[in-house]
């Protein structure tokens, strides 16, 4: 299993050098994550006729601005880039199951870099803490002091950074990206431990606001979680996306049919900070092994 973990992350770094080398030509969120898809498909060598084996995690997000999570484009939606947005990249990739899950944050101008770059201080530093018997909530109050002993100037204006309080990074099992433990972006008491052999996602998310977020009523992220696997023979539908998908995310653009409203499925509405503030986020995949870390992309 730590083989195609490893496998999937090395095509996830691949991926990410191709998606900065190719900055100039991205002109809307739809180009990237479908730069994103096919260079996935291409590196798996993804099988249409056995989908599961290898390919695409989850939608690819592209958060841009005040969303911080679980916004994907589609031909109805496909917002255009412009210089000063902050724009958060979001990509997994799985073989047989085994993700990577990582991201990272791009400000076409620089106007946002030193935001971007507490969130890349934060992960790594969350990352050098992690480790066998490590308590979660110690991590989640690693991530907070450190994000929130920042300040910025943007536009003359001067900003503390926050940590948002409902975003936290997560351990991966084979076709789950979420399992049982967080990684809290905050100082909470959580003593659950990373355990030898576990894999996480670590990642951060710092705004310029106060670090509340809601759910807004867009959604385009959904998954049938394994608590809701069942028999769909009765449901051409949810067959089809059960035999694509298994209990991986998917998004309505993959499908030629409208997204049934089942209580198979668990909706992910697109995040969005509360007071509009800016959000920047870095994330990488992490396996604990028995004296440390390795860093699967």
């Known amino acids: 299993m730590y083989n195609d973990f490893k496998k999937s992350g090395i095509i996830h ?26 260079n996935i498909k291409t590196l798996t060598k993804y099988d249409k ?43 997994g990739v799985h073989i047989n199951g085994c993700i990577t899950d990582g991201a990272f944050s791009w400000c076409p101008s620089g106007k946002y870099n ?24 110690d991590i989640g109050e690693i991530i907070q002091e450190y994000i929130e ?4 100037i943007i536009d003359n204006k001067n900003y503390k950074v926050k940590s948002i309080y409902d975003l936290c990074g997560h351990n991966i099992a084979p076709y789950i990206i979420h399992v049982n433990k967080a990684v809290p972006n905050i100082k909470i008491n959580y003593k659950e ?24 009523e867009e959604c385009n992220h959904y998954m049938i979680e394994q608590k809701n696997v069942n028999n769909f023979s009765d449901n051409e539908s949810l067959d089809k996306i059960f035999q694509d998908r298994s209990t991986l995310a998917f998004c309505p653009r993959w499908f030629d049919f409208e997204i049934p409203e089942s209580n198979h499925i668990t909706k992910y509405p697109v995040l969005k900070t509360k007071d509009k503030s800016m959000v920047a986020q870095y994330e990488k995949t992490i396996y604990i092994k028995d004296n440390g870390i390795n860093i699967i992309n």
């Open 49 to 91: 006729n056995n989908p599961l084996k290898a390919g695409i995690a989850f939608p690819v997000g592209i958060s841009i601005n005040d969303v911080a999570a679980h916004f994907t484009p589609s031909l109805n939606n496909n917002p255009y880039l412009n210089n000063d947005d902050i724009i958060k990249i979001d990509f």
């Open 114 to 137: 030193e935001l971007i770059d507490i969130s890349i201080g934060a992960t790594n530093l969350a990352i050098k803490k992690s480790g066998p018997d490590v308590v979660l909530g």
């Open 13 to 38: 770094k691949i991926i990410q050098t191709k998606i900065k080398e190719n900055y100039h030509n991205f002109k809307t969120a739809l180009d990237i994550t479908t730069f994103i898809e096919e």
């Open 193 to 216: 431990r990373m355990l030898e052999g576990e894999i996480f996602a670590i990642e951060t998310f710092p705004t310029t606001g106060d670090g509340l977020i809601y759910k807004s």
């Open 149 to 152: 002993s920042k300040e910025i």
